[in-house]
Each structure stands twice: as structure tokens, then as C-alpha cells.
């Protein structure tokens, strides 16, 4: 049964260039958290989506972020004009539904630098 | 706003003793807490989780206290072994789903 799966593991952009950042979930789950990791720091909350449909951005930056988890496919967390600040790791997190107290399980993240 | 704090960066414990994290939060609405392992490079690993309903959760050799009066959680690892250096991070929510709050990690060196 394979686990969250991210890609790309590592993406290198220049100033002003698009990010896009793919997450299947693991089989069965519908749900999927984006969380961003700052160096030296702890995860952080961006957006939290079912399929179709967005259920918590309370996390998201206002400008040049947005989140999609389309009927096929995997989510895609997508970045514009990126700036060095969005330099960081980006973990992808996934579980069944909306049960009781339900585990995430996190995907091995995708390390984007920005020059 | 920071509702969840772990106070020590890092925490150094010889193999075979006791490993004690701490993790303190502000917001008494929080239902869920959970526990991950994080290795350099990787995404954090699930390790163990505990309701507000209860006080103790074992599993193995890790176990975490929730003490909610003093809104407090620790996670206890006995016996330490060297695989078990890496960053802890410890982990609420409000409701039965939805978004994670972390702490900003402690990382465990254990040492021969």
C-alpha cells in the first residue's frame, strides 16, 4: 500500500517564475493538508481540500498561492512569481475522510529553493 | 499566534534510558494530539496520538500523558535506542478532522 506521494522532491525556481507542487494521497483517502516548513521551524498550516473542493485556506497567503484537488488526479499546490521567502519544504498530508479523530499521514515533502 | 510550544530545541539521553518531550499548549478546545518523527529530508512519521478524554496512551515503547488542567503532554520513549534520534514534533486540532497545529520540533540525539 504506498504511502503520500510527492513530486517533485526538489524544485529549483529564479525569482518570478511558477511552482507547482504535486500530492497523491494515500489509496483510499480523500482528504489532503498542505503544511509549509520554514527552516528552523515547525510546520505551518496552508490549505486543507477534499476532492473538488477547498475546506479550510485559513492558512494560505492571500497573493500568488492557490490549491487544487481536481476529481482525477493529484492536489497541486501552485505558487506565482515566487519570491526567496517561499523557499521551503512543502509537506503533503492525507487521510480517509472526516472520521473520528482521524491520523494524517504526510507525504516526504518537496524542497523548493528560490534564486 | 503560537498555541503550540515545545520548549526544548533539543534533548540529548543515553541509549536504553528514558526519553521524556514536553509539549505545552494554550487553547483548552483542542480535542486531538498526536505525536510525529521527523528525519532529515523525510516527511514527519505518525508515531502516537491521544483524545482530551483520555489521560495515557501507550503503544510499545512510547508513551504519551495528557495532562489537561495544566494543558500539558509529554511523550515518553523507554528504552532510547540510536534509531530514535531524529526531530519530535508534537501536534493538535480542534475537531476530529481538519488542520494540524505544530510545535517547533525537539531533536533527540541518543547516545551510546
Known sequence: ?115 | DQQVKQNSPSLSVQEGRISILNCDYTNSMFDYFLWYKKYPAEGPTFLISISSIKDKNEDGRFTVFLNKSAKHLSLHIVPSQPGDSAVYFCAARLNSWGKLQFGAGTQVVVTP
Open chain 1, 1 to 115: 500500500n504506498a504511502g503520500v506521494m510527492q513530486n517533485p522532491r526538489h524544485l529549483v525556481r529564479r525569482r518570478g517564475q511558477e511552482a507547482r507542487l504535486r500530492c497523491s494521497p494515500m489509496k483510499g483517502h480523500s482528504h489532503v493538508y498542505w503544511y509549509r516548513q520554514l527552516p528552523e521551524e515547525g510546520l505551518k498550516f496552508m490549505v486543507y481540500l477534499q476532492k473538488e473542493n477547498i475546506i479550510d485556506e485559513s492558512g494560505m497567503p492571500k497573493e500568488r498561492f492557490s490549491a487544487e484537488f481536481p476529481k482525477e488526479g493529484p492536489s497541486i499546490l501552485r505558487i506565482q512569481q515566487v519570491v526567496r521567502g517561499d523557499s521551503a519544504a512543502y509537506f503533503c498530508a492525507s487521510s480517509p475522510g472526516q472520521g473520528i479523530r482521524e491520523t494524517q499521514y504526510f507525504g516526504p515533502g518537496t524542497r523548493l529553493l528560490v534564486l
